[in-house]
């Protein structure tokens, strides 16, 4: 079971609307979404490679990238600088 990251509630409940690969949850308490990767130090290497292809290769904004899939600003620049050093792409 999950607890809310914002109000540290209970009552969370499985958002299935946006339910993927990695979970989405919503709180019933101060209705905020977040995702159970959030707390983690840890992001499987698939997580990691879709929120940067998103946001390197899409004309998607940073704070969308961030909303949908609930990481840290700080988090996303290190990818963004990992990533930047070995994509084509963007180079
Ligand atoms: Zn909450
Ligand atoms: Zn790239």
Redesign the pocket.
């Known amino acids: 079971m999950s607890?809310?990251?914002?109000?540290?509630?209970d009552?969370?409940q499985k958002n299935w609307k946006l339910a993927s690969w990695w979970q989405r949850w919503k709180?019933?308490?101060?209705?905020?979404q977040?995702s159970t990767w959030w707390a983690r130090d840890t992001y499987s290497p698939e997580f990691k490679k879709q929120v940067i292809d998103e946001y390197c290769h899409t004309p998607n904004q940073a704070r969308a990238v961030l909303e949908k899939y609930g990481i840290s600003s700080r988090t996303l620049v290190k990818w963004k600088k990992e990533h930047l050093s070995s994509c084509k792409q963007c180079n």
């Open positions: 607890s809310c990251m914002y109000c540290a509630s009552h969370v709180c019933n308490t101060c209705s905020k977040f």
